[in-house]
């Protein structure tokens, strides 16, 4: 039962991402900037079981390649993943607030191969990082439920 529920709501989320890719199509990839996007979000639990459960939606959303966990600097970093001239790839810094809260620095970098090298394009829109921090949540609920 829980398993479906969380199936659901991974494809309500996967849906509303691709949504909002579909209605900004025009201006996807085409703004330059000079260094990748953050946002940040809020979590309540502990850094291991957040990093744990970055680490698997890297992998499971194909957002970079050999994704590692760094325990003692609370980084999950990923490798490039290449696709025609494109190449994307992600990094999360987990830092403890305080007791309850672990704040999550995410920055998804893309891009684009052009005649004077690679450029950094933004390829994702603030909508696109909530509905990548919902997935997130998700996952560490699901880590939380895991019997060690």
Partial sequence: MVKHIFLSVRL???????VNLVSCGAAI???????????SHLYEANEK??????????KEK???????????????????VFSGDWRTKASARV??????????????????????????RRLLQKEQYDSFFSVIDL????????IE
């Avoid at 079981?49 to 890297?58: D, E, R």
Wanted: net charge negative; glycine share 4%; proline share 1%.
């Fill in 49 to 58: 079981i957040i990093l744990k459960a970055i680490a698997g939606v890297f």
């Fill in 12 to 18: 309500i989320i996967v849906f509303v991402i691709i």
């Fill in 139 to 146: 996952r560490i609920y699901e880590e939380m439920s895991k």
């Fill in 95 to 120: 830092q403890r607030l305080n007791w309850k809260e672990c704040e999550v620095i995410l920055a998804v970098t893309t891009e684009k191969k052009t005649e004077t090298g690679w450029e950094i």
């Fill in 62 to 80: 194909n957002i970079g390649a050999n994704v590692t966990i760094d325990q003692k600097n609370h980084r999950v970093d990923s490798d490039y």
């Fill in 29 to 39: 990839g085409r703004v330059v900037i000079s260094k990748p996007d953050e946002y």
